[in-house]
């Protein structure tokens, strides 16, 4: 974690683009020194603010660098919140080299550390934690539905809703100040939580609503699991090869050919997927067969979705011990005599492709609904849920016992507002201020 403290009057530059050759290469710059290092660069140039201006950039020798588009941000309208540079120059290595040392040339400049441009805009308050974790979801991404919430986490319209409920803590601990300053001149008796209580609930259930969003966050960004199991010899490798496009699983006729679990993590309409060929299932004397039906077993019991694959005239069913959603799949429809009769199954065959575009479809539908109400209300991390967690419990003793003395209720209140404000960084972060700029790049 770089210091916080001794070089935050620093300039920092940093190539915000990936290294290696490329059309452009884009360098930022923030910091006190930016109009020195302007002057030096290009001397004489005229940079409006926020406007893209082409400018000839020169070494310490007067040599020509490269002609580059150069924008210019004057503080507090830049997204640390400091004067900042966007160097856009042409982005061979030899010109990002030069340029770079160009700016190393200037005094207390130095290259970022990672995750620094956006330390600098939390500090000065252009961006809160759950913004900041929210971008740092965005370069984690993998998906269009990781990459959707990521980017609602980011927008704020999280924070502004922590900070709703955190307000109607704020006014209920007004509301109980306001009774304990009149029971110190009238008779305590009088006293009552009745004005209060409906806040607290009210704050309750926005934390509830947000809560109940953030499971799905989690499960969008671990993916869902479909485990692909059935007995064996009916396809279950082939259909995994053909929903990775490869070639990732032994293809045998003969039975037990598949002996432990293959993973090949997809993306279907947006959702990440792992999708597992598990060993087929039957009673088995071979000890090895059984371990990794056993292990089949286990991969389904843990599963969100269960492909369970037949062929034949009489497939067998699902094992019980799966308790989780089965999607029946008739295989090898292309050497069948006819279509299977059950309205629930989809007849596919891995081998020609015949049907899978529909299965698709329908496991599509079902990460639809495994993961709906991921939107801009679920927490991202661990970390914000603890804290909101942490509320929720204090405002359920509030409830809990509205007989509760309005000294208990006033400091649960505190409590309850603290933790809200660990979430967006109000208080309390010191503590996890490393662990999340460590997920950053150089140049954010």
């Known amino acids: 974690m ?31 020194q930016c109009s020195a290092i302007l002057e030096r660069l290009c001397p004489g140039a005229t940079l409006r603010d926020r406007e893209a201006t082409l400018v000839t950039l020169r070494n310490e020798d007067h ?154 966050s989690e499960r969008l960004r671990e993916g869902m699991t479909v485990v692909i199991a059935g007995p064996p010899n009916v396809g279950k490798s082939t259909l995994l090869n053909h929903l990775a496009n490869r070639d990732v699983a032994i293809v045998s006729p003969i039975p037990g050919t598949t002996r432990d679990s293959l993973e090949v993590a997809a993306e279907i309409e947006g959702f990440p997927i792992t999708f597992i060929d598990t060993a087929g299932i039957r009673e088995t004397a071979d000890p090895i067969e059984a371990q990794g039906v056993s292990r089949a077993l286990t991969r389904g019991a843990g599963a969100d979705l269960i492909l369970w694959l037949f062929d034949g005239e009489a497939p067998a069913p699902a094992p019980n011990a799966f308790s989780k959603p089965v999607q029946r799949v008739r295989t090898k429809i292309d050497a069948a005599s006819r279509q299977p009769a059950e309205a629930e199954t989809i007849a596919i065959s891995a081998q020609t492709g015949a049907g899978v575009d529909f299965l698709v479809a329908k496991i599509a539908e079902f990460a639809g609904e495994h993961f709906s109400g991921a939107g801009n209300l679920a927490l991202g991390t661990e970390r914000q849920r603890s804290a909101a967690m942490d509320a929720v419990s204090a405002l359920d003793r509030i409830l809990s016992k509205p007989d509760t003395p309005p000294e208990m209720v006033s400091e649960e209140l505190r409590f309850a507002a603290h933790a809200l404000g660990r979430v967006t960084g109000r208080i309390g972060v010191e503590e996890v201020l490393g662990e999340i700029f460590s997920r950053f790049c150089i140049g954010k």
Not at 97 to 111: F, I, K, M, V
Not at 131 to 140: D, R, T, V, W
Not at 166 to 179: D, G, I, K, P, Y
Request: no cysteine; proline share 2%; glycine share 8%.
């Open 2 to 32: 770089f210091s916080t403290t001794d070089r935050a009057s620093d300039t920092i530059y940093a190539v915000s683009t990936g290294f290696g050759r490329s059309a452009v290469a884009i360098i930022r710059v923030s910091g006190p």
């Open 63 to 216: 040599s020509v660098i490269d002609r580059s588009l150069v924008i210019r941000f004057i503080a507090p309208r830049s997204y640390t919140g400091e004067d900042m540079l966007e160097l856009q120059v042409t982005g061979g290595r030899a010109v990002v080299s030069a340029a770079l040392r160009e700016l190393s040339r200037g005094s207390q400049t130095r290259p970022a550390e990672a995750g620094e441009f956006a330390w600098r805009a939390f500090a000065n308050g252009k961006l809160d934690l759950v913004e900041i974790e929210g971008l740092a979801s965005i370069l984690e991404a993998e998906t269009e539905a990781q990459l959707r919430h990521a980017t609602a986490m980011a927008s704020g319209a999280l924070s502004r809703r922590i900070e709703s409920a955190r307000a109607l803590l704020l006014r209920a601990t007004s509301e109980v100040e306001t009774l304990l300053d009149f029971s110190d001149v009238e008779d305590a008796a009088d006293v009552n939580l009745n004005s209060v209580l409906p806040i607290v609930g009210k704050a309750k259930a926005v934390l509830g609503e947000i809560l109940r969003h953030s499971t799905v």
